[in-house]
Every structure is written in structure tokens, then in C-alpha cells.
T-cell receptor
Framework: NAGVMQNPRHLVRRRGQEARLRCSPM?????VYWYRQLPEEGLKFMVYLQKENIIDESGMPKERFSAEFPKEGPSILRIQQVVRGDSAAYFC??????????????FGPGTRLTVL | SQKIEQNSEALNIQEGKTATLTCNYT??????LQWYRQDPGRGPVFLLLIRENEKEKRKERLKVTFDTTLKQSLFHITASQPADSATYLC??????????????WGLGTSLAVNP
């Protein structure tokens, strides 16, 4: 049973370009979470999605950031017009159908975004 | 708002000793508290979950305690090994803030076990 997959592992973009990060949850998991991690800030929740629905996007900036989890295919975190401050590690996690904070979350290896 | 404090300084211990890491929170007690391990360049890995009505949980060499009066969880690794060297994160649910889906995370404590 493959774990959570994220790609690319490393992504370099110039200011103003778009970054598209992909996450395939563990088989059978329908809950996906996106986090951002900076060394001094720790893990910050961004968005929580179920298939075809955004459940909680309270941690995601209103502008330039969007997320989706389509019926088929991976979850996508999209950052438009990237700025240097977007440079960080972005982690995706998934949990089983029971979901919520009472379930363990399985993390992917992360995508390290560098904005030049 | 809820704040989580973990040992800010790295913890260095000798192999074979017990490592004890703390996680303090400032506001409401969570219904669930989780501990994760993170190695450099990797995603966190789940270790243990403890519920508010549980005082203690064990898994092999790991033990977690949860004291809602002190607003504190302690994470113990007994008979520590160099392979236990990593950053350990605690995470709390936000059910009592009206959100039972989200976890908030501490900054983590770096543990180094010296051979």
C-alpha cells in the first residue's frame, strides 16, 4: 500500500510564475490536508478537503492560493504569481474516512518550493 | 487563542537514557493530542494519539501522558537509541474552538541521542 505521494519534490519558480503542487492520498483515504512549514514557524494548516469539496480553508491566503481535490486524480495546491515569501516546504497529509483530528494523519514527503 | 509550547532548546541525551519532551498548551484542553516524529527533509510520522480521558498511553519504548489540569503532555522515550534522534512535534485538535477537523502544531523539539 503506497503512502502519500507528492510531486514534484522540489520546485523552483521565478517571481510571478505559477506553482502547482500535487498530492495523491493513501489508498482508501478521502480526507486531504495541506500544510506549509517554515523553520521558525512550524507546521501551519492551510486547507482541508474531501473529494470534490473544500471543508476548511481558513489557513489559506485568500489571494493567489487555491486548492482542489477532484473526483478523479490528485489533490492540487495552486499558487499563482508566486512571491519570494511563498518559499517553503508544503506538506500534504491524508486520513481515513473517519477523518478529523481524532485520526492519525499520514504525511507525504513534501514539496520544497523555492521562488527566485 | 490556543498556543502550544514545546521545549525550544534541543535536547541532548546519552544512549540508553530516557528522553522526556514536553508539550504545554495555554487555553482550552483538546479532546485529542497527537505526537509525531519528523526527520530532516521528510514529512512528519504519526507516533501516538491520546484522548482527554486517558492519562497515559504506551507503545513499545514510547509513553505519553496527558494532564488536563497542568495543560501538559509529556512524551517519553525509554532506552533511547541514536536512531531516535529527530524532531518531535505535538499537535492538538481544535474541537473546543468549534473545529473538530483541524490540528494545530507545536514548533517541535529537536532530540539528539549520543552513542
Amino acid at each position: 500500500n503506497a503512502g502519500v505521494m507528492q510531486n514534484p519534490r522540489h520546485l523552483v519558480r521565478r517571481r510571478g510564475q505559477e506553482a502547482r503542487l500535487r498530492c495523491s492520498p493513501m489508498k482508501g483515504h478521502s480526507h486531504v490536508y495541506w500544510y506549509r512549514q517554515l523553520p521558525e514557524e512550524g507546521l501551519k494548516f492551510m486547507v482541508y478537503l474531501q473529494k470534490e469539496n473544500i471543508i476548511d480553508e481558513s489557513g489559506m491566503p485568500k489571494e493567489r492560493f487555491s486548492a482542489e481535490f477532484p473526483k478523479e486524480g490528485p489533490s492540487i495546491l495552486r499558487i499563482q504569481q508566486v512571491v519570494r515569501g511563498d518559499s517553503a516546504a508544503y506538506f500534504c497529509a491524508s486520513s481515513a474516512s473517519s477523518g478529523g483530528a481524532s485520526s492519525e494523519q499520514f504525511f507525504g514527503p513534501g514539496t520544497r518550493l523555492t521562488v527566485l | 487563542s490556543q498556543k502550544i509550547e514545546q521545549n525550544s532548546e534541543a535536547l541532548n541525551i546519552q544512549e540508553g537514557k530516557t528522553a522526556t519532551l514536553t508539550c504545554n498548551y495555554t487555553n482550552y484542553s483538546p479532546a485529542y493530542l497527537q505526537w509525531y516524529r519528523q526527520d530532516p527533509g521528510r514529512g512528519p510520522v504519526f507516533l501516538l494519539l491520546i484522548r482527554e480521558n486517558e492519562k497515559e498511553k504506551r507503545k513499545e519504548r514510547l509513553k505519553v501522558t496527558f494532564d488536563t489540569t497542568l495543560k501538559q503532555s509529556l512524551f517519553h522515550i525509554t532506552a533511547s537509541q541514536p536512531a531516535d534522534s529527530a524532531t518531535y512535534l505535538c499537535a492538538l485538535d481544535m474541537r473546543r474552538a468549534g473545529n473538530n477537523r483541524k490540528l494545530i502544531w507545536g514548533l517541535g523539539t529537536s532530540l539528539a541521542v549520543n552513542p
